[in-house]
């Protein structure tokens, strides 16, 4: 096609799926400060006033001793509500008084096996194994200075900009949970005008609709979305229901891993279906999903394509991958399969090598959990740095 219009959304972090990243996240991060080869795999859900965290939890350092010896899970999930903006005196969901289940056990030995670097009976190797079998696609592009789609940029710049304003304090009616969306007009595969832009943000009860409109278009939209883009066609739907007074988890239920698009990228390109807040980079679903930003990153960024899709699978306690596969959807500037030659000699996908690579066993990931776990370059997230571009560059002559 020639024009096609395309959207992507984000959602805030106050939103109620993203407030169970986080609280998901938030846990990884303090078992990791604990014992870098923690095991975790943390699942969040939050209703009402109500929070339920379950899932594995191993940490090597302690032991048989129960997770609640090293880490008060209580504080560290209140902490993190605290930080999302949940203190409000309106606030049914509140950092202070929520009620908290933990359902968190140790990690299955089965699994355990199949991903320590060790024998094991019915194993044929002593190298540490993926987690689980599954795919994982990396995808890069020149459309924005994040080398991100532009739809999805948009929005998260909306969102980190909502965020932003309301933790100054100085727009007292705005509340923590928030969804935005843009519609962008391609013409020719390239990312022209913006069409529509859509924001819903909780607002405190009696704030006028005609203030959150002027306010949301006036110092976020025209703020951050690039003017040349928008024109007197673009059109802007502010709170189009008219009245978002009880949200995050008052108004609806959250569950941690149900915004795994808003987490890439927005749609565009593919999705292997596995989501990332609370599992540890033993865990491919994660590591092998920032591997593959890491790698098509650079190959965009050493200019062998405009735009680049990989993806590669692995079988559950095996070290290699099973697959590799690159598309530079005939952008490249050179073949796909060259392409494909100089990635599999400058970077190396068995699991412990991704890990080692990208410096993974660190409390780094409450940085990644909220506006996309990609296209981030102020958090120093190690999947976006483009330190491999010269070497791509070099191995595809």
């Given at each position: ?6 959207s992507s ?68 999930i ?58 994982m ?184 991958p ?11 500037a ?8 100089a990635?599999?000699k ?52």
């Amino acid at each position: 096609m020639s024009s096609y219009i395309f959207s992507s959304e984000s959602v805030g972090e106050g939103h109620p799926d993203k407030v169970c990243d986080t609280i998901s996240d938030a846990i990884l991060d303090a078992c990791l400060a604990v014992d870098p080869k923690s095991r975790v795999a943390c699942e969040t859900f939050v209703k009402s006033n109500i929070v339920v965290v379950g899932g594995e939890v191993t940490i090597p350092k302690i032991g048989q001793k129960p997770i609640g010896s090293v880490i008060d899970i209580d504080t560290v999930i209140r902490e993190a509500v605290r930080g999302i903006g949940y203190t409000n005196d309106d606030d049914v969901f509140h950092a202070d008084t929520l009620f908290i289940n933990n359902y968190l056990t140790t990690q299955s030995p089965d699994i355990a096996q199949g991903v320590d670097a060790k024998k094991a009976e019915g194993k044929k190797h002593a190298e540490q194994g993926a987690g689980d079998q599954g795919i994982m696609f990396g995808y890069a592009c020149d459309e924005t200075p994040e080398l991100m789609p532009a739809p999805i940029m948009f929005a998260h710049r909306l969102g980190r900009e909502l965020t932003r304003i309301r933790k100054t304090g100085k727009v007292k009616w705005l509340r923590p949970d928030a969804k935005t969306q843009v519609s962008v007009e391609y013409v020719e595969g390239k990312p022209k005008r913006i069409v529509n832009v859509v924001i819903s943000t909780q607002h405190a009860a009696g704030t006028k609709h005609s203030d959150i409109e002027k306010f949301c278009i006036d110092q976020v939209i025209k703020k951050v979305l690039p003017k040349r883009m928008m024109d007197s066609r673009t059109e802007f739907l502010i709170n189009p229901t008219g009245n978002f007074v009880i949200g995050g988890p008052q108004g609806d239920s959250g569950l941690t891993g149900r915004k795994i698009i808003v987490d890439t990228y927005g749609g565009t390109g593919r999705h292997g279906g596995g989501a990332f807040s609370g599992k540890d980079p033993s865990k491919v679903d994660r590591s092998a999903a920032y591997m593959g930003r890491w790698v098509a990153k650079n190959i965009v960024a050493a200019e062998l394509a405009k735009k680049v899709e990989i993806q590669f699978a692995y079988a559950i306690g095996h070290p290699l991958p099973v697959s590799v596969h690159v598309d530079s959807f005939g952008t490249g500037a050179v073949s796909d399969e060259k392409i494909l030659g100089a990635v599999l000699k400058v970077f190396s996908f068995k699991p412990a090598d991704i890990v080692k690579q990208l410096k993974l066993l660190r409390p780094i990931y409450s940085a990644s959990t909220n506006y996309g776990h990609f296209g981030k370059e102020d958090c120093d997230l190690p999947w976006e740095k483009t330190n491999k571009a010269a070497a791509l560059k070099k191995a595809a002559k």
